[in-house]
């Protein structure tokens, strides 16, 4: 059940998350055809002001890659779940657990395939086009000078390779069970519930952010000297036991909202 809960989440959000990727590409190529443009001879100013709403838009479009997995995902949690159609989704024969977990895997992938779609945009808008064609020697020089590595330092990179991917997903999915947390509580009032979420996911957040400096506060005062002498031997070290840090952090962040949601959702949601 959870595979056709996931075929179902990709169905429903691709018809939003590719036309967003399409959009942000051709807002791109849009942008740095008007820039090659602009670097020509005399140009009208009304060719100038395009050139320059394309930048703002072109910006504007990385942020809202950002957000666009989170909100969208939000939104089909709140719609789906805690408006009128919970009425219907929480008769289904699926249990609630399944339903997060195919939806925090839905919300993971599109958020890696912003990522990619935010590089590449990043890629064109900062290149020309003929500098593709170097792309396949870059990634091929990339992966000569890894297997080059001696073996612990090969180990060390695979170890941070590997954190580093933890970290993304641990960080997607406490971001997306915050704002489910919030929601949840938010939608258990009788008024005013939306005014609530808002409330809650401002304070939520600006909790994760006390937590997160208050955690690396902490992790300098555990392990003090792999920073006071910090070289190029215990460097691998340090960045490997910060990330484990990190995903310590992530993952309390992650059960916390779980514990949060299931529990409003289960026990205190008000569809009426």
Sequence with gaps: MLSKLIKHEFRATSRIMWPVFLGMLALTALMRFS??????????????????????????????????PLVLSACRWRDHVLKD???????????????????????????????IVGLLSLLIAASGWSTFQYVPDLFNDVFTAFFG??????????????ELFCNFVFAVSAAELVV?????????????????????ILVFFQLAQFTAIAMIGLFIQTFPDTWISLDANNLPTGIELLLLWGMLGELLFCAIGYAVTWY?????LNLE
């Design 35 to 68: 820039q090659l443009l602009l670097n020509g001879g005399h140009i009208p100013w009304l060719l100038q002001l395009i050139g320059v709403l394309l930048v703002i838009g072109f910006v504007m479009g990385l942020f809202a890659l950002a957000f666009a």
């Design 85 to 115: 159609e919970g009425y219907l989704t929480l008769t289904l024969p699926v249990s609630l657990h399944q339903l997060l977990i195919s939806k925090l895997i839905v919300s993971a992938v599109w958020y890696a395939a912003a990522f």
């Design 149 to 162: 590595m001696e073996a612990s330092l090969r180990s060390h990179a695979l170890l941070i390779v590997f």
């Design 180 to 200: 489910y947390a919030a929601y949840s509580i938010g939608y258990s009032f009788n008024k005013r519930k939306e005014l609530w979420t808002v409330i809650l």
């Design 264 to 268: 409003f959702t289960t026990k205190k």
